[in-house]
């Protein structure tokens, strides 16, 4: 008999995790609570890692087909007045094949080839459906959808995100935690001429210019916020354009451009922190639901998709699906901790609203910042498994 698998979640994990699954012959119903499409980031920027694991899924090329790719992996660091101060090359190799080093595509896009892979496969996508409760049984998993229907599946997958439903029904003491940080987002045209990533830091600040593909590009910057901060959304691009007003160079264009009717996003940055497992009999958690990251390593896409990947691979090794759960469990929170604690001190150290302290954090960085990269993708690679 077919194994019959439920997704709760259409984003990045979710939406992976469909792939991968109907891919090895599983029966895959994917839900999701939005009743369209609508993505929570402008864009986003995805490393050498995380196109390995879309490589692995059949989907890189689209990928970077509808993204844009910097094929150098230059990430140029700025000073608030434009002048540089230190470049970084991010790696082009991982799971020995060369990916692209820098993938920027719009979230929107990244979906698109996502879903005409999810319509091949021939995945059920039902919008506007979550889940309202479920039975975990040690051999199944009943679940009741707000839709008022009924599924009988051999494995859930939890994939819907930070305020995870179905974490909340079954680990309800695992709630997400405020970073102290704020990210603002704004969508803008592409100057022929702006072709690299760029990093703009200042005290207490950071902003970033990111293409996204041949037309455009976003901007994206973290700041302090306070806890339970709260801003109207009329006011976004006002606040955005004041909060990052220092930084002039390259930004100054596109800051000084933002109106009320410009693209702009505000999200808290939060995070979830939870040992292992991740599963209680067939219901699992992944993505989001189970290691949402602060976004300063830039690999909470590649993280998820790496869940999808995995997941896949263990199911299509004829594991018994208990033993691929435990093995799942095993694999993935050792990684995921590691992304989560660097991108933590990544965050921190460019808190640093002090001046001199700030001076000092960024001499540093001229005599380790390459180091400093290369390490974290080589300890990437050896915890994958």
């Keep these: 008999m077919t194994p019959r698998v439920l997704v709760v979640g259409a984003g990045i994990a979710g939406c992976c995790a469909a792939i991968a699954l109907a891919r090895i012959g599983w029966a895959v119903t994917l839900i999701e609570k939005q009743s369209a499409w609508q993505f929570q980031s402008s864009g986003i920027f995805v490393y050498s890692n995380g196109l390995a694991q879309f490589r692995a899924l059949g989907v890189m090329d689209e990928m970077v087909a509808a993204g844009f790719p910097i094929a150098d992996g230059r990430n140029v660091y700025l000073n608030p007045d434009g002048s540089p101060f230190l470049e970084t090359f991010y790696p082009s190799r ?21 879903s005409r892979h999810l319509s091949e496969l021939g995945v059920e996508v039902r919008l506007g459906c979550t889940v309202e409760q479920l039975d975990a049984l040690p051999a199944r998993v009943d679940a009741q959808l707000s839709d008022g229907s009924r599924v009988v599946c051999d494995l859930l997958l939890g994939a819907d995100g930070i305020r995870s439903r179905v974490r909340q029904l079954l680990w309800p003491d695992i709630e997400p935690r405020y970073s102290g940080f704020g990210v603002w987002r704004s969508v803008h045209q592409r100057p022929a001429d702006l072709a690299d990533k760029i990093m703009m830091m200042a005290p207490g600040l950071r902003l970033g210019i990111m293409p996204i593909s041949q037309s455009q590009l976003y901007l994206f910057g973290t700041v302090p916020e306070p806890a339970g901060a709260w801003f109207a959304r ?12 220092v930084f002039r160079g390259p930004a100054a264009q596109f800051l000084d451009q933002l109106t009320a009717q410009s693209e702009v996003l505000y999200t808290a940055v939060e995070e979830v922190v939870m040992a292992g497992p991740w599963h209680h009999h067939r219901v699992l958690l992944i993505g989001d639901a189970a290691h949402a990251s602060t976004p300063f390593m830039g690999q909470g896409g590649a993280m998820a998709v790496q869940d999808a990947v995995v997941l896949g691979r263990l199911l299509a090794s004829g594991l018994p699906l208990d033993s691929v759960l435990d093995r799942f469990s095993e694999a ?27 001076a000092r954090i960024l001499d540093a960085m001229r005599s380790t910042a390459q180091q400093r990269v290369d390490d974290f993708y080589a300890q990437l690679e050896r915890l994958h498994r």
Excluded at 342 to 358: C, F, M, P
């Design 332 to 358: 993935r929170p050792p990684i995921c901790r590691f992304v989560q604690e660097v991108s933590r001190q990544v965050g921190v150290s460019g808190a640093q609203s002090d001046a001199l302290e700030h």
């Design 94 to 114: 991982f799971e020995g094949n060369h990916q692209v080093p820098i993938l920027g595509i719009r979230r929107a896009d990244m979906h698109r080839v996502l």
């Design 234 to 245: 009329e006011d976004w691009a006002d606040l955005m354009r004041s909060r990052f007003a």
